[in-house]
């Protein structure tokens, strides 16, 4: 189900091919990139688990060989991050990070933090294209079985935040009021829900 943006070949290849050289990897790129959903399918390939820093212990990692830590440029607890990633390194497992800003732009306080991440393989996503974006819109009305016309298919890219998980948000909104106010899914319907998610 994943659609595989051009932009994001070499990027794709880094991940997933079994000869790629990385133990530990940042995966950085602006909101809505696809960051999460490429982490997914990654822990579904190399069968990973997730890492919730706040609550980490460090028995969860005896559970797995691969790992994924999230929005990395979010996390307070350095310290926990840190402890997390030496273990994984040591025991020759691997981590999958991600991150909003770049390695460069990581403001951690811990210098050896930082120069861990900064040693690690990393990568850029690029941003969704509007035809990448209209293949995935078209999909999830089609998973949830609603016929829109293409006029509406590009009414909502013209008119909402052009990212994944905006387009995954308005579907699942339309799919819903529609069946509560059992409405046809036209222009206006449309127009009226994203001016309600903007007020």
């Known amino acids: 189900d994943y659609v595989f943006l051009h932009e994001n070949q070499d990027l794709y290849r880094l991940l997933f091919n079994r000869s790629s050289s990385w133990q530990t990897f940042l995966l950085y790129g602006e909101y809505g990139s696809g960051k999460t959903h490429l982490a997914h399918l990654w822990k579904e390939v190399k069968n990973a688990q997730?890492?919730?820093?706040?609550?980490?212990?460090?028995?969860?990692?005896?559970?797995?060989?691969?790992?994924?830590?999230?929005?990395?440029?979010?996390?307070?607890?350095?310290?926990?991050?840190?402890?997390?990633?030496?273990?994984?390194?040591?025991?020759?497992?691997?981590?999958?990070?991600?991150?909003?800003?770049?390695?460069?732009?990581?403001?951690?306080?811990?210098?050896?933090?930082r120069s861990r991440i900064m040693a690690s393989m990393s990568g850029k996503m690029a941003p969704p294209s509007e035809e990448l974006l209209r293949i995935v819109l078209i999909q999830y009305f089609s998973r949830n079985q609603i016929s829109v016309e293409l006029k509406v298919v590009n009414y909502i890219l013209n008119n909402?935040?052009?990212?994944?998980?905006?387009?995954?948000?308005?579907v699942k909104m339309i799919d819903e009021e529609s069946m509560a106010q059992s409405s046809s899914?036209?222009?206006?319907?449309?127009?009226?829900?994203i001016n309600g998610m903007h007020n």
């Open 50 to 113: 997730f890492i919730n820093i706040d609550g980490f212990v460090l028995d969860v990692l005896n559970k797995a060989n691969a790992f994924v830590i999230e929005d990395v440029h979010l996390i307070k607890n350095e310290k926990k991050l840190l402890h997390c990633f030496n273990y994984i390194k040591e025991q020759g497992k691997f981590l999958l990070m991600t991150s909003g800003v770049s390695p460069n732009s990581l403001n951690f306080d811990l210098n050896d933090l």
């Open 185 to 193: 899914i036209t222009i206006p319907f449309v127009r009226s829900l």
């Open 160 to 170: 909402v935040e052009r990212s994944f998980s905006e387009i995954k948000k308005i």
